[in-house]
Protein backbone atom coordinates (compact mmCIF):
# COMPACT_ATOMS: atom_id res chain seq x y z
CA UNK A 1 0.00 0.00 0.00
CA UNK A 2 1.34 3.20 -0.83
CA UNK A 3 1.68 6.30 1.49
CA UNK A 4 -1.96 8.49 1.64
CA UNK A 5 -0.86 11.87 -0.17
CA UNK A 6 -1.40 15.26 1.88
CA UNK A 7 -1.44 17.09 -1.05
CA UNK A 8 -5.36 18.75 0.05
CA UNK A 9 -3.98 19.88 3.17
CA UNK A 10 -2.95 23.27 3.43
CA UNK A 11 0.87 24.14 3.13
CA UNK A 12 1.58 25.69 6.88
CA UNK A 13 2.65 29.29 5.21
CA UNK A 14 -0.70 29.53 3.54
CA UNK A 15 -2.50 30.00 7.20
CA UNK A 16 -3.19 33.29 8.36
CA UNK A 17 -2.20 32.31 11.61
CA UNK A 18 -2.12 35.67 13.71
CA UNK A 19 -3.96 35.48 16.59
CA UNK A 20 -5.15 31.82 16.07
CA UNK A 21 -4.22 29.74 18.57
CA UNK A 22 -2.26 26.98 17.03
CA UNK A 23 -1.77 23.60 18.80
CA UNK A 24 1.26 21.63 17.67
CA UNK A 25 1.82 17.92 18.27
CA UNK A 26 5.25 17.55 18.55
CA UNK A 27 7.43 14.51 19.86
CA UNK A 28 9.42 15.50 23.43
CA UNK A 29 9.20 11.85 24.25
CA UNK A 30 12.92 11.53 25.63
CA UNK A 31 13.66 9.61 29.45
CA UNK A 32 13.87 11.57 32.44
CA UNK A 33 17.66 12.72 32.78
CA UNK A 34 18.12 12.04 28.82
CA UNK A 35 19.58 15.08 27.74
CA UNK A 36 20.87 14.54 24.37
CA UNK A 37 17.65 12.72 23.21
CA UNK A 38 15.76 15.97 24.10
CA UNK A 39 18.12 18.00 22.47
CA UNK A 40 17.77 16.79 19.25
CA UNK A 41 13.80 16.39 19.73
CA UNK A 42 13.69 19.85 20.61
CA UNK A 43 15.59 20.68 17.47
CA UNK A 44 13.11 19.24 15.40
CA UNK A 45 10.09 20.64 16.42
CA UNK A 46 12.01 24.45 16.63
CA UNK A 47 11.92 25.22 12.61
CA UNK A 48 7.82 25.15 13.06
CA UNK A 49 7.60 26.34 16.57
CA UNK A 50 9.98 29.46 14.86
CA UNK A 51 7.74 30.10 12.15
CA UNK A 52 4.40 30.08 13.63
CA UNK A 53 6.03 32.97 16.50
CA UNK A 54 6.86 34.65 13.48
CA UNK A 55 3.35 34.82 12.18
CA UNK A 56 1.96 36.06 15.37
CA UNK A 57 0.51 32.46 16.02
CA UNK A 58 -0.63 31.74 19.73
CA UNK A 59 1.72 28.74 19.69
CA UNK A 60 0.29 25.98 22.31
CA UNK A 61 2.92 22.57 22.18
CA UNK A 62 1.66 19.14 22.72
CA UNK A 63 3.47 16.31 23.82
CA UNK A 64 3.22 13.02 25.47
CA UNK A 65 6.20 11.21 27.32
CA UNK A 66 6.05 7.77 28.68
CA UNK A 67 8.84 7.56 31.17
CA UNK A 68 9.97 4.00 32.95
CA UNK A 69 7.01 1.37 33.20
CA UNK A 70 7.25 1.90 36.88
CA UNK A 71 7.36 5.14 37.66
CA UNK A 72 5.40 8.12 37.66
CA UNK A 73 4.52 10.13 34.09
CA UNK A 74 7.35 12.68 33.92
CA UNK A 75 6.37 16.08 34.30
CA UNK A 76 7.76 18.44 30.43
CA UNK A 77 8.92 20.63 32.60
CA UNK A 78 12.59 20.02 31.68
CA UNK A 79 11.46 20.20 27.95
CA UNK A 80 10.00 23.32 28.41
CA UNK A 81 12.74 25.04 29.78
CA UNK A 82 15.40 24.09 26.94
CA UNK A 83 12.37 25.05 24.48
CA UNK A 84 12.36 28.32 26.62
CA UNK A 85 16.38 28.69 25.91
CA UNK A 86 17.00 27.63 22.93
CA UNK A 87 14.06 30.28 21.43
CA UNK A 88 15.07 33.06 24.20
CA UNK A 89 11.49 33.63 25.09
CA UNK A 90 9.07 33.04 27.98
CA UNK A 91 6.91 29.85 27.72
CA UNK A 92 4.37 28.92 29.71
CA UNK A 93 3.66 25.44 31.45
CA UNK A 94 -0.21 24.82 32.48
CA UNK A 95 -0.23 22.36 35.52
CA UNK A 96 -2.67 20.34 33.83
CA UNK A 97 -3.43 18.60 30.47
CA UNK A 98 -7.17 19.66 29.49
CA UNK A 99 -8.24 20.99 33.01
CA UNK A 100 -8.99 24.38 34.23
CA UNK A 101 -5.09 25.22 34.42
CA UNK A 102 -4.97 24.49 30.20
CA UNK A 103 -8.31 26.39 29.35
CA UNK A 104 -6.86 29.84 31.04
CA UNK A 105 -3.23 29.58 29.84
CA UNK A 106 -4.32 28.73 26.29
CA UNK A 107 -7.16 31.37 26.29
CA UNK A 108 -5.11 33.74 27.66
CA UNK A 109 -2.02 33.49 25.13
CA UNK A 110 -1.66 36.33 22.80
CA UNK A 111 -0.11 36.63 19.56
CA UNK A 112 3.60 35.53 19.18
CA UNK A 113 3.49 33.79 22.31
CA UNK A 114 4.20 29.99 23.51
CA UNK A 115 2.73 27.43 25.80
CA UNK A 116 3.42 23.73 26.41
CA UNK A 117 0.89 21.57 27.56
CA UNK A 118 1.77 19.26 30.54
CA UNK A 119 2.52 15.34 29.87
CA UNK A 120 -0.33 14.41 27.38
CA UNK A 121 0.18 11.02 28.86
CA UNK A 122 -0.72 12.15 32.13
CA UNK A 123 -4.50 11.61 30.76
CA UNK A 124 -5.13 7.76 30.16
CA UNK A 125 -7.42 8.83 26.79
CA UNK A 126 -3.61 9.54 25.41
CA UNK A 127 -2.74 6.73 25.05
CA UNK A 128 -5.56 4.63 24.67
CA UNK A 129 -6.70 6.58 21.69
CA UNK A 130 -9.68 7.84 23.29
CA UNK A 131 -11.71 10.44 21.01
CA UNK A 132 -13.32 12.40 24.01
CA UNK A 133 -10.05 13.41 25.38
CA UNK A 134 -9.22 14.31 21.77
CA UNK A 135 -12.24 16.20 21.88
CA UNK A 136 -11.11 18.26 24.87
CA UNK A 137 -7.44 18.78 23.32
CA UNK A 138 -9.70 20.35 20.27
CA UNK A 139 -11.40 22.80 22.53
CA UNK A 140 -7.73 24.41 23.33
CA UNK A 141 -6.67 25.45 19.96
CA UNK A 142 -8.31 26.43 16.26
CA UNK A 143 -5.58 25.40 14.07
CA UNK A 144 -3.79 22.25 14.87
CA UNK A 145 -0.38 21.42 13.04
CA UNK A 146 1.22 17.71 13.63
CA UNK A 147 4.91 17.96 13.30
CA UNK A 148 6.25 14.80 15.06
CA UNK A 149 7.14 12.40 12.07
CA UNK A 150 8.53 9.93 14.81
CA UNK A 151 5.36 9.30 15.89
CA UNK A 152 3.31 7.99 12.77
CA UNK A 153 3.33 4.60 13.76
CA UNK A 154 1.42 5.28 17.47
CA UNK A 155 -2.35 5.18 17.84
CA UNK A 156 -2.53 8.18 20.23
CA UNK A 157 -5.79 9.95 20.68
CA UNK A 158 -3.75 13.60 19.70
CA UNK A 159 -2.89 11.36 16.46
CA UNK A 160 -5.71 9.55 15.20
CA UNK A 161 -8.61 12.09 16.88
CA UNK A 162 -7.21 15.20 16.86
CA UNK A 163 -7.21 15.89 12.97
CA UNK A 164 -10.47 15.26 12.47
CA UNK A 165 -11.88 17.33 15.70
CA UNK A 166 -9.89 20.48 15.13
CA UNK A 167 -11.16 23.56 13.06
CA UNK A 168 -7.97 23.61 10.43
CA UNK A 169 -5.54 21.39 10.10
CA UNK A 170 -1.76 21.05 8.24
CA UNK A 171 1.25 19.24 9.30
CA UNK A 172 4.36 21.09 10.31
CA UNK A 173 7.53 21.81 8.85
CA UNK A 174 10.34 18.22 9.99
CA UNK A 175 6.63 16.25 8.98
CA UNK A 176 7.09 17.60 5.55
CA UNK A 177 10.30 16.94 5.35
CA UNK A 178 10.00 13.48 6.61
CA UNK A 179 6.79 12.70 4.28
CA UNK A 180 9.14 13.68 1.26
CA UNK A 181 11.96 11.56 2.65
CA UNK A 182 9.47 8.27 2.93
CA UNK A 183 8.28 8.94 -0.54
CA UNK A 184 11.39 8.27 -2.20
CA UNK A 185 11.87 5.34 0.75
CA UNK A 186 9.38 3.93 -1.43
CA UNK A 187 11.02 3.77 -4.54
CA UNK A 188 14.12 2.04 -3.30
CA UNK A 189 12.50 -0.79 -1.85
CA UNK A 190 14.28 -3.95 -3.31
CA UNK A 191 17.52 -1.36 -3.96
CA UNK A 192 18.40 -0.52 -0.08
CA UNK A 193 20.99 -1.08 2.08
CA UNK A 194 20.69 -1.28 5.69
CA UNK A 195 23.70 -0.96 8.04
CA UNK A 196 22.83 -2.06 11.82
CA UNK A 197 24.87 -0.57 14.56
CA UNK A 198 24.19 -2.42 18.04
CA UNK A 199 26.08 -2.17 21.16
CA UNK A 200 24.30 -5.27 22.46
CA UNK A 201 21.63 -8.05 21.20
CA UNK A 202 18.29 -9.09 23.00
CA UNK A 203 15.25 -10.34 22.00
CA UNK A 204 13.48 -6.81 20.85
CA UNK A 205 16.70 -5.59 18.65
CA UNK A 206 16.79 -9.45 17.37
CA UNK A 207 13.37 -9.03 15.47
CA UNK A 208 14.23 -5.61 14.81
CA UNK A 209 17.04 -7.22 12.41
CA UNK A 210 14.38 -9.75 11.73
CA UNK A 211 12.12 -7.29 10.40
CA UNK A 212 15.23 -5.23 8.81
CA UNK A 213 16.32 -8.56 6.74
CA UNK A 214 12.96 -8.99 4.67
CA UNK A 215 12.47 -5.63 3.75
CA UNK A 216 15.74 -4.80 2.28
CA UNK A 217 18.63 -6.58 -0.26
CA UNK A 218 21.75 -6.10 2.02
CA UNK A 219 22.16 -6.04 5.43
CA UNK A 220 25.78 -5.22 7.36
CA UNK A 221 25.62 -5.48 10.79
CA UNK A 222 28.57 -3.81 12.88
CA UNK A 223 29.29 -3.68 16.75
CA UNK A 224 28.11 -5.89 19.11
CA UNK A 225 25.52 -7.16 16.68
CA UNK A 226 28.31 -8.19 14.53
CA UNK A 227 30.04 -10.20 17.36
CA UNK A 228 27.33 -11.91 17.89
CA UNK A 229 26.80 -13.75 13.95
CA UNK A 230 30.95 -14.60 14.55
CA UNK A 231 30.37 -16.21 17.55
CA UNK A 232 27.23 -18.41 15.63
CA UNK A 233 29.70 -20.01 13.20
CA UNK A 234 29.74 -23.60 14.03
CA UNK A 235 33.94 -22.80 14.30
CA UNK A 236 33.61 -20.33 17.07
CA UNK A 237 33.02 -22.31 19.68
CA UNK A 238 35.08 -20.28 22.56
CA UNK A 239 33.17 -16.98 21.03
CA UNK A 240 29.99 -18.21 21.51
CA UNK A 241 30.15 -18.62 25.03
CA UNK A 242 29.98 -15.30 25.46
CA UNK A 243 26.28 -15.15 24.23
CA UNK A 244 23.25 -17.00 25.26
CA UNK A 245 22.07 -19.83 23.45
CA UNK A 246 18.79 -18.21 22.66
CA UNK A 247 20.44 -15.30 20.99
CA UNK A 248 22.99 -17.55 18.85
CA UNK A 249 20.09 -19.67 17.83
CA UNK A 250 18.15 -16.74 16.33
CA UNK A 251 21.32 -15.39 14.57
CA UNK A 252 21.65 -18.86 12.74
CA UNK A 253 18.08 -18.45 11.82
CA UNK A 254 18.97 -15.09 10.24
CA UNK A 255 21.74 -16.22 8.19
CA UNK A 256 19.70 -19.43 7.22
CA UNK A 257 16.91 -16.81 6.07
CA UNK A 258 19.44 -14.57 4.24
CA UNK A 259 20.37 -17.68 2.51
CA UNK A 260 17.19 -18.86 1.28
CA UNK A 261 15.80 -15.24 0.31
CA UNK A 262 18.98 -14.60 -1.92
CA UNK A 263 19.73 -11.66 0.44
CA UNK A 264 23.18 -10.33 1.66
CA UNK A 265 23.93 -10.51 4.87
CA UNK A 266 27.17 -9.61 6.19
CA UNK A 267 28.94 -8.51 9.55
CA UNK A 268 32.94 -7.70 9.94
CA UNK A 269 35.36 -9.93 11.41
CA UNK A 270 36.06 -8.46 15.17
CA UNK A 271 38.58 -6.65 16.38
CA UNK A 272 39.13 -4.34 13.19
CA UNK A 273 40.47 -0.65 13.69
CA UNK A 274 38.23 1.96 12.83
CA UNK A 275 40.49 2.56 9.42
CA UNK A 276 40.08 -0.98 8.32
CA UNK A 277 36.25 -1.22 9.23
CA UNK A 278 35.90 1.73 6.94
CA UNK A 279 38.20 0.07 3.92
CA UNK A 280 35.64 -3.70 4.86
CA UNK A 281 32.61 -1.46 4.62
CA UNK A 282 33.17 0.90 1.60
CA UNK A 283 34.53 -2.28 -0.07
CA UNK A 284 31.02 -4.27 0.46
CA UNK A 285 28.37 -1.83 0.41
CA UNK A 286 26.71 -1.59 -2.73
CA UNK A 287 25.95 1.22 -4.74
CA UNK A 288 22.88 2.05 -3.85
CA UNK A 289 20.80 3.79 -1.25
CA UNK A 290 21.75 3.30 2.14
CA UNK A 291 20.27 3.44 5.57
CA UNK A 292 21.68 3.53 8.77
CA UNK A 293 20.06 2.39 12.01
CA UNK A 294 21.23 2.17 15.68
CA UNK A 295 23.45 4.02 17.87
CA UNK A 296 25.95 5.36 15.94
CA UNK A 297 27.52 7.67 18.96
CA UNK A 298 28.95 4.48 20.26
CA UNK A 299 29.93 2.39 17.21
CA UNK A 300 33.59 1.62 16.33
CA UNK A 301 32.81 3.50 13.01
CA UNK A 302 34.63 6.74 13.16
CA UNK A 303 32.84 10.21 11.84
CA UNK A 304 35.48 10.49 8.74
CA UNK A 305 34.10 6.34 7.53
CA UNK A 306 30.34 7.81 8.01
CA UNK A 307 31.55 10.75 5.96
CA UNK A 308 33.10 8.51 3.15
CA UNK A 309 29.94 6.14 3.62
CA UNK A 310 27.62 9.16 2.76
CA UNK A 311 29.92 11.02 0.71
CA UNK A 312 29.43 7.61 -2.30
CA UNK A 313 25.94 8.19 -2.03
CA UNK A 314 23.55 9.86 -4.12
CA UNK A 315 20.52 9.22 -1.37
CA UNK A 316 21.02 8.10 2.28
CA UNK A 317 18.48 7.86 5.70
CA UNK A 318 18.76 7.11 9.10
CA UNK A 319 16.60 6.18 11.38
CA UNK A 320 16.40 6.98 15.02
CA UNK A 321 17.13 9.31 17.32
CA UNK A 322 21.18 8.15 17.97
CA UNK A 323 21.69 7.78 14.35
CA UNK A 324 20.84 11.59 14.26
CA UNK A 325 23.13 12.14 16.80
CA UNK A 326 26.02 10.71 14.98
CA UNK A 327 25.60 13.02 11.77
CA UNK A 328 25.46 15.91 13.62
CA UNK A 329 29.35 15.98 13.52
CA UNK A 330 29.32 14.70 10.24
CA UNK A 331 30.45 17.01 7.18
CA UNK A 332 28.13 19.32 6.11
CA UNK A 333 28.68 18.36 2.42
CA UNK A 334 27.77 14.72 2.98
CA UNK A 335 24.69 15.79 5.00
CA UNK A 336 22.68 16.80 1.80
CA UNK A 337 22.23 13.01 0.95
CA UNK A 338 20.90 12.57 4.09
CA UNK A 339 17.05 12.75 2.98
CA UNK A 340 15.51 11.04 6.14
CA UNK A 341 16.59 11.45 9.78
CA UNK A 342 15.32 10.25 13.28
CA UNK A 343 12.11 8.43 12.47
CA UNK A 344 11.85 5.60 14.54
CA UNK A 345 12.35 2.38 12.75
CA UNK A 346 8.86 0.76 13.01
CA UNK A 347 7.76 3.81 10.82
CA UNK A 348 10.62 3.21 8.30
CA UNK A 349 9.71 -0.84 8.47
CA UNK A 350 6.01 0.13 8.10
CA UNK A 351 6.60 2.62 5.11
CA UNK A 352 9.06 0.09 3.52
CA UNK A 353 6.61 -2.46 3.58
CA UNK A 354 3.69 -0.60 2.94
CA UNK A 355 1.53 -0.87 6.20
CA UNK A 356 -0.37 1.61 7.61
CA UNK A 357 1.04 4.65 9.55
CA UNK A 358 -2.36 5.30 11.79
CA UNK A 359 -1.33 8.99 12.12
CA UNK A 360 -0.60 9.49 8.84
CA UNK A 361 -3.72 8.12 7.80
CA UNK A 362 -5.82 9.96 10.26
CA UNK A 363 -4.63 13.32 8.46
CA UNK A 364 -5.35 12.04 4.87
CA UNK A 365 -9.01 11.36 5.83
CA UNK A 366 -9.50 14.41 7.84
CA UNK A 367 -8.80 16.03 4.65
Known sequence: MPLPSLDKLPALDSLDLHGQRVLVRVDLNAAPGDMPTLSVLVDVALPTVR?????????????????????????????????????NCDLYLPEDVTGDAARKVTSDLRSGQLA????????PGELSG????ARKLSNLCDVYVNDAPSLLDRKLASLI??????????????????????????????KLCCVFSSTTLN???????????????????????????????????????????????HCRSLITTAQTRDKKLLWPPPGLAAEALSTWLKDRLPAGPLLLVGPWPHSELSTATLNALLAQRVWAGAAGIEAVTAL??????????????GLNSEVVLRALTGDPL????ALSAAV
Open 161 to 190: HLPRLAPERTIGLSMSTALAGLHQLEAFRG
Open 358 to 361: PALT
Open 51 to 87: QLLGAGARVILASHCQGAADEELPSLETAGALLAERL
Open 203 to 249: ASLLRELQGWLSRVDALIVVDAASSAFVAAAPKNAPAAAAWPAEVLA
Open 328 to 341: QVCDPAVLGTVALR
Open 116 to 123: LLENLARD
Open 130 to 133: DEVF
